[in-house]
């Protein structure tokens, strides 16, 4: 596609529930990144994917918090046992590692509502 | 200590008016760059202008220009001959590039209204 996408656009979900977001990033790009966005707050960083690899995974809160991009394309972000402390807008972002200015496209994003 | 400031929460300007948002960095890396993004209602971030920290000239995007002061760490987005579609949130955002990391560090972002 054109751009970045991410499904659902929206996600509720009940504390304790386990729940996937996905993201397909622009063709061809190989970084991936994913950033959760609290209400009033700029994006902060999650996880940072070079090709099938974490290449860094510092801002994962917490081990509920799990990423995976199998085939150097489409991410899942899954989180367990949620909390309503995860309620937020999750962004996935993908760049082009050729660019110079390697910069960073976003997708719409998913808002999670954990109930 | 905080990696990026944006200090207005809010701004207003009158249509065709310019404007400038506040944006300061801290950093020790000698290699960093400077990002702008726009984030509408919808909630979509919008790339709009990029400054490397070695680049000689401000960058410049249509409407849009960075006023980039090295010694000062400031990087301000000024909009020129806003229009009522650049209403949104705006913020400024780094990567340090000797840091190993090519994540973004943004700042709290700054509402701007333009009214007719």
């Known amino acids: 596609g054109a751009g970045v996408s991410q499904t659902p656009s929206n996600k509720v979900t009940e504390k304790g529930k386990y729940v996937e977001l996905r993201c397909d990033p622009i063709s061809g790009h190989t970084a991936l990144y994913w950033y959760r966005q609290s209400l009033g707050q700029g994006p902060e960083f999650l996880i940072y994917f070079q090709g099938t690899g974490a290449a860094d995974d510092s801002g994962l809160p917490n081990d509920r918090f799990f990423a995976v991009r199998p085939e150097g394309s489409v991410s899942t972000l899954k989180i367990q046992r949620t909390e309503r402390g995860d309620s937020a807008v999750y962004l996935c972002?993908?760049?082009?590692?050729?660019?110079?200015?390697?910069?960073?496209?976003f997708g719409p994003g998913t808002r999670l509502t954990v109930l | 200590a905080q990696k990026i400031t944006q200090t207005q929460p809010g701004m207003f300007v009158q249509e065709k008016e310019a404007v400038t948002l506040d944006c300061t960095y801290d950093t020790s890396d000698p290699s960093y760059g400077l990002f702008w993004y726009k984030q509408p209602s919808s909630g979509e971030m919008i790339f709009l202008i990029y400054q490397g920290s070695y680049d000689q000239q401000n960058a410049t995007e249509g409407r849009y220009s960075l006023n980039f002061q090295k010694a000062r760490k400031s990087a301000n987005l000024v909009i020129s001959a806003s229009q009522l579609g650049d209403s949104a949130m705006y913020f400024c955002a780094m990567r340090e590039m000797n840091s190993g990391y090519s994540t973004l560090t943004f700042g709290k972002g700054t509402m701007l209204l333009v009214s007719p």
């Open positions: 972002a993908s760049s082009s590692e050729g660019e110079s200015t390697d910069t960073q496209y």
